[in-house]
Every structure is written in C-alpha cells, then in structure tokens.
C-alpha cells in the first residue's frame, strides 16, 4: 500500500522569498515520486519526477525535490517565488511499473503575496 | 512531455442523459488509463483504472454501471456518465501511462454540469 501526506493544505510566502511543499510518503516498495501543478480548471502538469536516479530531482520553472529514504520525504522547494507560481500543488508516489495507479497527496495551495 | 488530449473541455446536460468523455493519448500508446473526479478544492479521487481491451477495474465506491469506461484501443478511453444527476457534476480528469516515460500524464479536464 502506498500513501503520501502533504503538511499544510495553505502555504503563503512572498514574491521573491522561497518555497517550500512539504510531501511525506509511505510505501512497501521502491517507489516513483512525483509533484504536479495545477492551474483553476485544469488538468495536472508535472513538475519533476523521482525514479531512482539522482536523489535531487530539477524540475521546471525553478522547482526542484529531493528524494530522503531516511525521512521518507519528497519536499518541493524554489529558491524564489513568483507571482505565476500561485497554483495547486500534489505530490503523487506509485510503485515502478508502468501500469500503475499513481496516489495522490490532498494538495497545498500556493499563494503568493506581491 | 507527451500529449494527453481530453474532449470536452466542459459539458452542461439535463438530469436523466448520459455524457460521454474522450481521453487520447496524442503521441504515445497508453497501455494503461486512469479516471479521476475531482470535486472544488480537494485532492483527485481514482475511479478506475482501465487497461487496453481489458474490463476497467473500478474503486471501491464507485459505481461502475454509472461510469462506464472503455478503452478500446492504445490511444483511446472513455468515460460515459449513464443518467446523469445533479450530484455527479463534477471535474473529470484522465491520465495516461505507457511509453518509455514513468510519469503519467493529464488531460485539461471535463467540467460537468448537470441541470
């Protein structure tokens, strides 16, 4: 079984100062980690994805992760925020075949303060 | 990244019709399909999970004579709201996986709307 847990449903920081998603998982195998983005009235977009290689994970837009096994941890982080940063974000664990289901976090919406 | 292409962006129908939903895999073949509901503000709820010329395998709670899913080909799901009510209005979001990629990717999502 497989489970992620995202701390804080509600994270606000200022343009310019820096980001930090906070995404815990749980697995019984070697997972896949991923973190997405979503826009009001879209479908997700993925920023980075862990699959066993580097353990610091560079995504898009700035974004990057790093893989903790010790802290079972996938935190997102950019350094400096920007206003079109403002979205939903999910961090999703699945295990390493390509057929499955991809478990999703309950979300932390992004709010940036000009 | 590959191209998950999904049809309609948003659909308004009376109480009582089914709705019908197209996921399409633009530039890849997906071996396997996920159907996801999303409701305002919350995290997205797996469906069901269909693999190419194979019944869908459904989510404890869902009620798969209600959402029908097909996947008839590499390329191509659908997701069909039979007698749609009020209650299942709601964001609609399928994902792909197959490829040499291991991320599963979206469509834009299917706004329903029933009146």
């Known amino acids: 079984a497989q489970s992620v847990t995202q701390l804080g449903s509600h994270v606000s920081v200022s343009e310019g100062a820096l980001v930090l998603l906070r995404c815990n998982y749980s697995s019984s195998v070697p997972p896949y980690l991923f973190w997405y983005v979503q826009y009001p009235n879209q479908g997700l977009q993925l920023l980075l994805k862990?699959?066993?290689?580097?353990?610091l994970v560079k995504g898009i837009n700035g974004f990057e992760a790093e893989f903790k096994k010790s802290e079972t941890s996938f935190h997102l982080t950019k350094p400096s925020a920007h206003m079109s940063d403002a979205a939903e974000y999910f961090c999703?664990?699945?295990?390493?075949?390509?057929?499955?289901?991809?478990?999703f976090g309950t979300g932390t919406r992004l709010t940036i303060i000009p | 990244g590959a191209v998950v292409s999904q049809h309609p962006s948003r659909v308004i129908c009376k109480s009582g019709t089914s709705v019908k939903i197209e996921c399409r895999s633009l530039?890849?073949?997906?071996?396997?399909m996920f159907w996801y509901r999303q409701f305002p503000k919350q995290s997205l709820m797996l469906m069901a999970t269909?693999?190419?010329?194979?019944?869908?395998?459904?989510e404890q709670g869902v009620e798969k004579d209600k959402f029908l899913i097909n996947h008839a080909s590499l390329t191509l799901s659908t997701l069909t709201v039979t007698s749609a009510h009020p209650e299942d209005s709601s964001f609609y979001i399928c994902?792909?996986?197959?490829?040499?990629?291991?991320?599963?990717?979206f469509g834009q999502g299917t706004r329903l709307t029933v009146v």
């Open positions: 994902s792909a996986r197959g490829g040499a990629e291991a991320e599963a990717f």
């Open positions: 862990y699959t066993s290689a580097a353990t």
């Open positions: 999703a664990v699945s295990g390493i075949f390509g057929n499955e289901k991809l478990t």
């Open positions: 530039d890849f073949q997906a071996t396997t």
């Open positions: 269909s693999n190419e010329g194979s019944k869908a395998t459904y």
